[in-house]
């Protein structure tokens, strides 16, 4: 059974650096790509990055790049999400997803910007 469970949100001060990270079992991780959204009150889920299933390439939202790195350990079957330079407009619940078994969901970890 798929499982993707993310952990490392908190609150955090804007201008603040966090890094989040998704476990995941059940499926064979260095095969398959990986993705992290976001979804801030009241708005829709959104695309925050994207890596390659060797890690070798990836992709960002434009209101993230630069500040946001994402990476992964297929060794240990987890993928992150180093956040650097946080604003109030990052708060959101952040989500790992993989498109193995019909595509995966994380529960999510919430991530609150603010003073």
């Known amino acids: 059974q798929v499982q993707l469970v993310e952990s490392g949100g908190g609150l955090v001060q804007p201008g603040g650096s966090l890094r989040l990270s998704c476990a995941a079992s059940?499926?064979?991780?260095?095969?398959?790509?990986m993705k992290w959204y976001r979804q801030a009150p009241g708005k829709e889920r959104e695309f925050v990055a994207y890596?390659?299933?060797?890690?070798?390439?990836?992709n960002y939202a434009a209101p993230v790049k630069g500040r946001f790195t994402i990476s992964r350990d297929n060794a240990k079957n987890t993928v992150s999400l180093q956040m650097n330079s946080l604003t109030p407009q990052d708060t959101a619940v952040y989500f790992c997803?993989?498109?193995?078994?019909?595509?995966?969901w994380g529960h999510g970890t919430q991530l609150p910007v603010s003073t």
């Open positions: 890596i390659t299933s060797g890690g070798s390439s990836t």
């Open positions: 059940g499926f064979t991780f260095s095969t398959y790509s």
């Open positions: 997803y993989t498109g193995a078994a019909g595509g995966y």
